[in-house]
């Protein structure tokens, strides 16, 4: 019976916070109000680490610029921004650690409570194809409207989008021998006592220590 490995992305598969990189990335630009834009990302980076996000908040003031800009200069920005923020925070044992399991032939999943626009093409760099973050809506024009669809991929919310996402393939986690998860944070405990094999990468201090209680496997890329 095949195997399914899905992974968190921020500081699990690559060593920083892509959520958190993409508003640095444009206030060095000089695309963003910086005084307001970093006191914002900064207090939401914090309630994330704390447990405590209001994702509606978030995205609103996370998804806004998106709007301005086409699909095709979203993505030349793209290709900026992930060349100077999130290549040089992979490790080749990340790298190795996907690579092992797409040689035993396991199915390879990203889920992340980042939007889509940002990890997908992280993703792809890792020849990862099934990516699951949050949903961004999309108007007429074919450019991004600001808001998201659907649930956020955050907490409990990994769990939903999952079940649909197997669902979408007549699947379910009985569908695998082993169905494992690695991630770094407490936010992502729902999903790790959900699966059979959950595995906690660069943790933090809560999720460590269930780790540890449970007997996971702990691994650290830092």
Not at 47 to 67: Q, S, T, V
Not at 90 to 112: F, W
Not at 177 to 187: C, I, L, T
């Amino acid at each position: 019976m095949k195997n399914l490995a899905i992974f968190d992305l921020d500081n699990t598969l690559i060593n920083t916070d892509s959520d958190h990189s993409w508003p640095q990335y444009l206030m060095k630009k000089g695309l963003v109000d910086i005084e307001y834009t970093e006191a914002q990302n900064e207090k939401f980076y914090q309630d994330y680490r704390n447990g405590c996000l209001n994702i509606d908040e978030f995205l609103k003031f996370h998804l806004a610029p998106l709007k301005e800009y086409s699909m095709e200069e979203l993505a030349g920005m793209h290709r900026e921004f992930m060349a100077e923020f999130i290549t040089p925070h992979i490790t080749p044992m990340q790298k190795m650690l996907v690579d092992s399991h797409r040689a035993a032939g396991d199915e390879l999943l990203v889920i992340s409570s980042t939007n889509e626009f940002i990890i997908t093409p992280i993703c792809r760099a890792f020849g990862i194809e099934n990516v699951i973050g949050t949903q961004l809506e999309t108007g007429s024009d074919g450019r991004y409207t600001g808001n998201y669809i659907g649930t956020p991929s955050l907490k409990e919310g990994k769990i939903t989008r999952l079940n649909e996402w197997l669902a979408a393939r007549g699947e379910t986690l009985e569908s695998y021998g082993k169905v494992y998860f690695y991630s770094d944070s407490k936010n992502d405990l729902p999903l790790l006592r959900y699966v059979n094999e959950p595995v906690a990468v660069n943790p933090d201090a809560e999720l460590l220590a269930e780790a540890q209680e449970k007997g996971w496997p702990v691994l650290n890329f830092k």
